[in-house]
């Protein structure tokens, strides 16, 4: 088949709800989560892979807190990014070989820590929105945290004071040619985990690490279009995009156009918080020439690729 397609998988598919999140959860959930990509392999699919990180840096942040109680450095949110990089792609890369091997299949997968160039007068730096780590803070905590770590904290559903940064949106890939020089030679790249690591770019075109966290589809879209995928694939926790979601008169979509897209996004269909970033990405994949966008869940991915479930999005 020889078509080339991103799959965007949401970190909640490694930590599940009501787990722990320990390595021997995330391995599992790992491996359950790969069969439909297997799948797409044998099809003749060349493939690279991004996926969230939403549980797992929360978790690192946790850890640096605690740790911070020690006397222990705590790393900045940047490295963070990398790290869950890191363990996670090694996670993804050994269970999707061990899977394929199962299956007599002998594929190289390289897992590539991505940095993101971000500009640093993206408008999110002015209003930090996006919400980090689990833990809640009581109005004069936050006001301490505010003082003594310069971080922002916003109120959250009535729980507490939660951390919040910026959001920018991605401007370049660093190794966007590698990466789809990979792909195009038949190797399974990881890359772009978590949105990737935010870094802004000088006046000489020296890189910096910027706490940050860049939307993980909004990633993927640049990503895809970068790499000349002709499908975008976003795996989330729904079989279908839908109108009126949870309410009377819920209405799955089929097929979307991009017209269709944008007028369903303006009208207030997709949150911010649920479908709205996966939908801002699939119009931005297409704007920038990709063929179509499917998002679907992990158990309908192959049904979806065969256009017999999902929500396909094309021009």
Known sequence: M??????????????????????????????????????LIQMGYRLCLSHGNGPQVGNMLRQ??????????????????????????????????????????????????????????????????????????????AKELEKSMGWTLKEDSGKGFRRVVASPKPQKIIPAKSIAALVESGIIVIAAGGGGIPVIENEKGSFSTIDAVIDKDLAGALLA??????????????????????????NELNELSLKEAKSFYEQGHFPAGSMGP???????????????????????????????AGTRIRA
Request: hydrophobic fraction near 40%; glycine fraction near 10%.
């Open 2 to 39: 020889n078509k080339t397609a991103l799959i965007a998988l949401g970190g909640n598919a490694i930590i599940k709800a009501g787990q722990k999140g320990t390595a021997k959860e995330q391995f599992e959930n790992t491996a359950q989560s790969l069969d439909g990509i297997v799948r």
């Open 64 to 141: 640096q807190e605690l740790a911070e109680v020690q006397g222990i450095p705590p790393l900045p949110l940047g490295l963070l990014n990398a790290a869950t990089q890191g363990t996670m792609g090694y996670m993804i890369e050994q269970s999707l070989l061990n899977r394929l091997k199962e299956r007599g299949l002998e594929r190289d997968i390289l897992s590539i820590l991505t940095q993101i160039v971000v500009d640093k007068n993206d408008e999110s730096f002015c209003a930090p929105s996006k919400f980090i780590g689990s833990r809640y803070y009581s109005a004069d905590e």
């Open 225 to 250: 279009h970068e790499i000349g995928a002709e499908s975008f694939i976003i795996l989330t926790g729904v079989d279908k995009v839908c109108l009126n979601y949870g309410k009377s008169g819920q």
């Open 278 to 308: 996966k939908i801002l990405a699939a119009i931005d994949f297409i704007e920038r020439g990709g063929r179509e966008v499917i998002i679907t869940s992990l158990e309908k991915l192959v049904l979806a690729i065969e256009g017999r």
